[in-house]
């Protein structure tokens, strides 16, 4: 069965194969499509693949005309989780039957099938959901006796243009992926430059989260945190483009019940050594040089950056695809035909496009059509201190706080979680976070005397703590509906928000997900992590809550 004359005169085309092994079929694939004139515009492949974390994992590609998704699952539930429509499957010495009905209910129209050491069980199963196999049995063309969801339609040039609110991670994350993807973006910030508030601080953590019950923040988190640190190496890495150090970060135990706790993790979870280690406490010991009683998760991978150059560093791959205003002040949106229109405070239009993007963090809530987001604001002092009076650690340190290698002189202390609005530095958040300083080296007396220096910042989250990614939810149009795929829309506008703490490894995954969105990629994660994230999921909320008396 020749896959070229299928995907000839094609946009985009998407390739399910259940045999990534080494990746040569893949490579094999990606070679015959560079080299045929006639080839689609995009090809997306989605392979399975053996011996990564469990999970979607979003391979950065040299061509931003390819994508490459790799499925860490079983292929049962890898396709019941993906979100993509293949036009042709590669099946490969595959277990049972329950595989046909998950993999009918996404193939595309028309879809093309090519199979080896299919039993009759499985033939049978595949020709039971529509499946027609020609006279070998090796390929098979997909009937579909149910209309397929449509994928959003393949934009010409001319309108794949749009507006991103907000330079923080957030904004230029999406910028980045939008701009690879050929949109012309135009950026507008209230500030004069980018990362001016929470992205604004001198370092930020990157690491994974670990639970026992592998939860929906652990699997987003594992998956942003790999997808991040792929796509910082593309952009020049952690230490060289980006600012910081991929020293690694150890998380101490709170306590002895929390110890029990992980090495139960670490003994169910098996974590290859470079993802988490769990180390008892006088291999913690050793490591760091100081008290760890309780022992510690060991993130070899994980690091600091500080925000202001990863934003930078995205910013600067867009090229001249970017136009940005800064220094924008408040803007409010309006719609005029099918397009949004940014306007400054004065009147002034400062861009128009068919698509927006919302990066503002809390922001958001002064737009009208943004304002019932049940977004909040808390409160971040991290406190700047002279490196030469703490101990010189070797990595990132942290439990309830967090401490940084020097960096400059500097090392950085905190961060409070406060519910007021005051922006300045005060003596009281500065005590905090030299008293959780101390719990952390075991030291009553670092820290002491240390005058006051840091930077004030406010998170922006949601009450779930997940972020909003996806279209934005018409709040006054919403009615009684139960479903997230039925809440209307506000068209053309979209959410990156409410990345709480995790913005920087968050951001990056986020982006790509709202650009394969908009692009009708393959999803870089599972389905049911993309409704957790979808903005809609509080209109539901909101319905489903109950009413007070009267």
């Known amino acids: 069965m020749?896959?070229?004359?299928?995907?000839?005169?094609?946009?985009?085309?998407?390739?399910?194969?259940?045999?990534?092994?080494?990746?040569?079929?893949?490579?094999?694939?990606?070679?015959?499509?560079?080299?045929?004139?006639?080839?689609?515009?995009?090809?997306?492949?989605?392979?399975?693949?053996?011996?990564?974390?469990?999970?979607f994992h979003r391979i950065p590609?040299?061509?931003p005309r390819l994508t490459l998704t790799l499925l860490a699952a079983p292929l049962d539930t890898a396709l019941a989780q993906l979100g993509a429509q293949p036009d042709h499957v590669y099946l490969e010495d595959v277990a049972g039957a329950g595989f046909a009905w998950p993999l009918a209910?996404?193939?595309?129209?028309?879809?093309?099938?090519?199979?080896?050491?299919?039993d009759e069980e499985q033939r049978a199963a595949l020709q039971a959901q529509?499946?027609?196999?020609d006279g070998d049995g090796r390929g098979a063309?997909?009937?579909?006796r149910k209309p397929r969801l449509p994928l959003p339609p393949v934009l010409p040039p001319e309108h794949k243009r749009a507006l991103v609110i907000g330079a923080g991670l957030a904004g230029s994350a999406a910028c980045a992926s939008l701009c690879a993807r050929g949109w012309q973006v135009t950026l507008v910030e209230r500030h004069a430059a980018p990362a001016m508030e929470a992205s604004g601080n001198l370092a930020g953590i990157f690491m994974p989260l670990l639970s026992r019950d592998d939860n929906v923040p652990t699997r987003l988190t594992r998956a942003a945190y790999l997808y991040a640190l792929r796509a910082w190496r593309r952009l020049g890495g952690i230490g060289a483009a980006i600012e910081g150090q991929a020293c690694g970060v150890l998380q101490l135990a709170r306590d002895a019940g929390h110890a029990r706790v992980s090495r139960a993790?670490?003994?169910e979870a098996h974590y290859p050594p470079e993802y988490a280690r769990w180390l008892e406490a006088p291999e913690a010991e050793a490591l760091l040089g100081l008290p760890a009683p309780d022992g510690g998760w060991l993130f070899p991978e994980g690091g600091w950056a500080r925000p202001g150059s990863v934003c930078a560093?995205?910013?600067?791959?867009?090229?001249?695809?970017?136009?940005?205003?800064?220094?924008?002040g408040t803007v409010s949106l309006e719609r005029s035909g099918d397009e949004w229109r940014a306007r400054a405070a004065d009147g002034t239009v400062l861009a128009q496009a068919p698509t927006v993007v919302l990066a503002s963090g809390a922001g958001a809530r002064s737009?009208?059509?943004?304002?019932?987001?049940p977004l909040s604001s808390l409160r971040g002092q991290v406190s700047h201190l002279d490196s030469s009076k703490l101990p010189a650690l070797p990595l990132v340190l942290c439990r309830e706080a967090y401490l940084t290698p020097a960096a400059g002189g500097i090392a950085c202390a905190g961060a409070t979680y406060d519910l007021d609005a005051d922006p300045q530095l005060r003596v009281s958040s500065h005590q905090e976070n030299l008293e959780r300083l101390r719990g952390l080296v075991s030291d009553p007396h670092a820290g002491e005397g240390a005058p006051l220096a840091g930077r004030v910042g406010f998170r922006c989250v949601a009450p779930d703590r997940l972020p909003l990614v996806g279209r934005l939810p018409d709040f006054a149009a919403a009615g009684r509906t139960e479903r997230l795929r039925e809440v209307p829309r506000h068209p053309g506008l979209h959410a990156l928000l409410g990345y709480a703490s995790r913005g920087l490894i968050w951001a990056p995954l986020a982006a790509e997900l709202l650009a394969a969105q908009l692009e009708g990629e393959p999803l870089p994660l599972e389905t049911g992590l993309v409704d957790a994230l979808d903005p809609a999921r509080f209109v539901l909320r909101a319905r489903r809550a109950p009413r007070g008396p009267g």
């Open 367 to 373: 737009l009208a059509q943004s304002r019932e987001l």
């Open 141 to 144: 063309v997909f009937a579909s």
């Open 105 to 118: 209910r996404i193939a595309a129209s028309g879809a093309r099938l090519h199979a080896a050491n299919l």
């Open 2 to 55: 020749d896959l070229r004359a299928h995907w000839r005169g094609r946009e985009r085309y998407t390739v399910f194969d259940t045999r990534y092994g080494d990746g040569g079929h893949v490579r094999a694939l990606q070679e015959a499509w560079r080299a045929d004139p006639e080839r689609p515009a995009r090809l997306h492949i989605v392979a399975l693949a053996d011996g990564l974390l469990p999970g």
């Open 265 to 267: 993790i670490a003994g």
């Open 61 to 63: 590609q040299d061509d």
């Open 313 to 328: 560093a995205m910013l600067q791959s867009c090229g001249e695809r970017l136009v940005s205003r800064f220094g924008a």
């Open 130 to 133: 529509g499946f027609v196999f």
